[in-house]
């Protein structure tokens, strides 16, 4: 039986996210500069930015460095994969732009290789060879809305059903999802090619705590760790776990919607979403 989104959840979802910054009255001020002091009874001038729209800018309201999509007050690093948490000594490696207030993250992974899988023994299970290119690319796009407000978009795509081919690529004592109606053994399949499209919105009621709604199609649940690809341990790794499945078997459901509220190093979250995994057809 297939678990389906409830169409009022959705509808309500939205108009939260619409109607929330209307209902906000706390508001958190960016920190002022301290004025400059006085040597020898002398004024000190502060410095003049040579370009304002420099990175070098002294300008305190324009922040300079992307914040975590889901809190204004916590570091791009704690991204995840969904409403997930990295570590924040989780490196994070990408091209960034500013776009007026808009702020833009792209990053991916592309592998090109020569597969073999067990090669040692001719004939047995999992001993297959192939030429194939794990690869997928992430853009995460943000601004910020009044004072503590934060709009973000996300999204990842992969194009491994045109690299790959229908039944993945081999990975000895893998399982999951079909190719042509029959189960993939010893073979991870391709992932889509719209594996996350995604739009949030979060308020800052403090430094330390934040309202958050999050909606994709397709996204992901607040179930489970955050999904491989985005994980440390995906750097220069292309495949997939063999846990994939057990751990991240919701990482791209059409239909879902979470609302959380975090305080501190701790975050409360639920989702509704629809319980199925994505069919074969990969576009």
Do not use: C
């Amino acid at each position: 039986m297939k678990a389906r989104p409830n169409l009022a959840f959705f509808l309500l979802f939205i108009l939260t996210i619409a109607a929330f910054p209307l209902f906000a009255q706390h508001q958190h001020d960016m920190p002022k500069p301290k004025a400059p002091k006085k040597k020898n009874g002398t004024e000190m001038k502060m410095p003049k930015p040579k370009d304002p729209k420099s990175m070098d800018s002294m300008d305190m309201q324009m922040p300079m460095n992307m914040s975590s999509s889901l809190s204004l007050s916590l570091p791009m690093n704690r991204n995840g994969s969904g409403t997930g948490w990295q570590p924040d000594s989780t490196p994070m490696f990408g091209k960034m732009r500013h776009f007026g207030p808009w702020m833009m993250m792209t990053h991916g992974d592309l592998f090109l290789r020569y597969n073999s899988q067990n090669f040692n023994n001719d004939g047995q299970r999992g001993a297959l060879k192939q030429v194939d290119a794990p690869n997928w690319w992430m853009a995460m796009l943000q601004r910020p809305t009044g004072q503590n407000g934060l709009l973000a978009f996300t999204g990842m795509f992969s194009l491994d059903r045109l690299t790959m081919g229908g039944k993945g690529y081999p990975l000895l004592f893998q399982s999951g999802e079909t190719w042509e109606g029959k189960p993939l053994i010893d073979r991870q399949h391709p992932h889509d090619f719209f594996s996350a499209l995604s739009v949030s919105y979060s308020h800052r009621l403090s430094q330390q705590a934040d309202l958050f709604a999050y909606f994709g199609y397709p996204g992901e649940p607040a179930l489970g760790p955050v999904a491989f690809m985005h994980r440390g341990s995906a750097w220069g790794n292309p495949d997939a776990t063999l846990g994939h499945h057990w751990q991240d078997a919701t990482h791209i459901a059409f239909g879902v919607g979470t609302l959380g509220f975090r305080y501190g190093i701790l975050k409360l979250e639920g989702s509704l979403f629809t319980g199925r995994e994505p069919d074969e057809n990969r576009f």
